[in-house]
């Protein structure tokens, strides 16, 4: 009975932290529930991720968005939890949802933007882990949509953070958003006095060994007309896995490297004519 004494004399006692007087007991049970909140969402989520979603049929992209919300949702409700066990009313909640909006609306504008840019992401979907994209100047597969933001890794094995905000107001190129299918779109300049049906058929021929390219429809050589660097020929064909694209347009700069070598075609360089006069 002492022990249970002293024990509650303990717990009972009054912290003060400025204004706010709080009992210990009351914050451990604070700190208790916000851990438990922690643990409860990864528990629950290796769950879901181990045994659950691989029975089931939906992408990677919705389990990821599902799981992203499911853990949010957790962190809230316990969080709310352990501020009630702290002693905070819901009216003191609803003060300091009314403080933290006037915050956002003046110095957490960027935050807030890119927790709803998140939100959007997740339930819109315009890109899913795992796609080919270009954003910001950055392409990558997309690795991770928080709700803040979308990491992408990109060809050197960087990854690159980049706030959600920017991803819903900027371009966005998803290279796979609806099919995993790709283009390689290449542009080289031959000498002037090439020969445009050969040129063609060299460059058809070769490239229909390609495996990495698709056959049907088959790779496309076009001559686009004459310019300063001189003849330009352009050079399409599609790709079984735009996750491989750099790969492909390596094998395709290779084909073409070794045709022209081969057959003694001339690549044309840009040529400037400089005039110097002497006074």
């Known amino acids: 009975e002492d022990v249970y004494f002293y024990l509650n004399q303990l717990l009972s006692l009054d912290l003060g932290f400025g204004k706010l ?13 916000i851990i438990i ?36 949702l957790i962190i809230i409700a316990f ?15 609803t003060i300091i949802a009314g403080a933290l909006s006037v915050g956002a609306g003046i110095g957490l504008q960027q935050i807030v933007g890119n927790l709803v840019s998140g ?38 094995d960087a ?18 958003h609806s099919s995993i299918m790709g283009r390689v779109n290449l542009k080289i300049f031959l000498s002037e006095d090439s020969d445009v049906d050969r040129v063609k058929k060299l460059f058809s021929d070769a490239l229909k060994q390609s495996n990495s ?11 686009r007309g004459y310019g300063e660097n001189g003849m330009e020929f352009q050079i399409g064909a599609w790709i079984k896995d735009a996750n491989k694209k750099f790969a ?10 070794k045709v022209i070598k081969e057959n003694g075609l001339k690549v044309s360089h840009p040529h400037r004519e400089i005039n110097i006069v002497q006074r």
């Not at 007087?21 to 529930?33: C, D, E, H, R």
């Not at 969080?79 to 909640?93: C, E, I, T, W």
């Not at 990854?159 to 796979?176: G, L, M, R, Y």
């Open 21 to 33: 007087t709080v009992q210990l007991g009351s914050l451990l049970l604070f700190v208790a529930l």
């Open 248 to 257: 492909a347009e390596n094998e395709v700069w290779m084909t073409l490297h």
């Open 213 to 223: 390219l698709i056959q049907s429809p088959g790779p496309d050589v076009s001559f």
């Open 119 to 156: 939100i959007i992401l997740l339930y819109e979907r315009p890109i899913k882990i795992g796609d080919f994209v270009q954003i910001q100047g950055t392409v990558g597969n997309v690795s991770k949509i928080n709700l803040r933001s979308t990491t992408v890794r990109s060809a050197d």
């Open 37 to 72: 909140g922690i643990w409860t969402s990864k528990i629950l989520r290796a769950f879901l991720e181990e045994d659950i979603y691989p029975r089931s049929k939906m992408d990677k992209g919705v389990q990821h968005a599902f799981s992203t919300a499911f853990h949010y």
């Open 79 to 93: 969080f709310l939890a352990s501020l009630v066990a702290l002693g905070v009313s819901f009216q003191s909640l």
């Open 159 to 176: 990854e690159v953070i980049i706030p959600n905000s920017k991803i819903i107001a900027d371009q966005v190129v998803n290279f796979t």
